[in-house]
């Protein structure tokens, strides 16, 4: 073997070593739903099916993806979470949210703020908030269907989503 192919078939190598760590250095990052538990929020505020996100952590400015907008519908809301969210976040504070919205009567407004007090959560929409408990928001609720996957149609199983017949 000459000098240049074993040349060749180191860097091939240090290529194929240098990809191999940075995928596996990128399996450490944190996810969208555990920062927010870093910052004392819980993962439902989140609907699943987050497919990335970018965050600051010195500004605390954030982004994040979903593939499509996500609707669905808690007890008498309905919610919808475009498919990029923006904010700003620190301990306890949500603030400048955009793409997030709830229907009220015929309306979809901008919740513009979530944040915890003890164990509650305010959400600010323009001048008027709403308190509900913290423990409401434990699980994520999946897109389309909320809580109420299996009676809408809609199945979870395990990682993936799967249509039920109603027949």
């Not at 040349?7 to 760590?21: E, G, K, N």
Request: aromatic residues 14%.
């Amino acid at each position: 073997m000459s000098s240049l192919s074993v040349h060749r078939l180191c860097i091939f190598f240090l290529v194929l070593f240098s990809a191999a760590l940075a995928a596996v250095g990128s399996d450490d990052l944190p996810t969208a739903y555990e920062i927010l538990e870093e910052y004392d929020f819980p993962v439902g505020i989140l609907p699943k099916g987050v497919t990335g996100y970018e965050f600051n952590s010195s500004t605390g400015k954030f982004a994040v993806y979903f593939n499509k907008t996500c609707s669905f519908e808690i007890e008498s809301y309905s919610l919808r979470y475009k498919s990029k969210i923006t904010g700003t976040l620190s301990e306890d504070k949500l603030s400048n949210l955009s793409g997030v919205q709830v229907k009220l009567l015929f309306f979809w407004v901008n919740i513009g703020e979530v944040a915890r007090v003890d164990d509650e959560l305010d959400f600010t929409v323009g001048i008027i908030s709403a308190d509900f408990p913290i423990d409401n928001f434990y699980e994520s609720p999946q897109c389309g269907c909320g809580f109420d996957c299996v009676n809408s149609g809609v199945k979870s199983t395990g990682n993936f989503t799967q249509l039920v017949s109603s027949s």
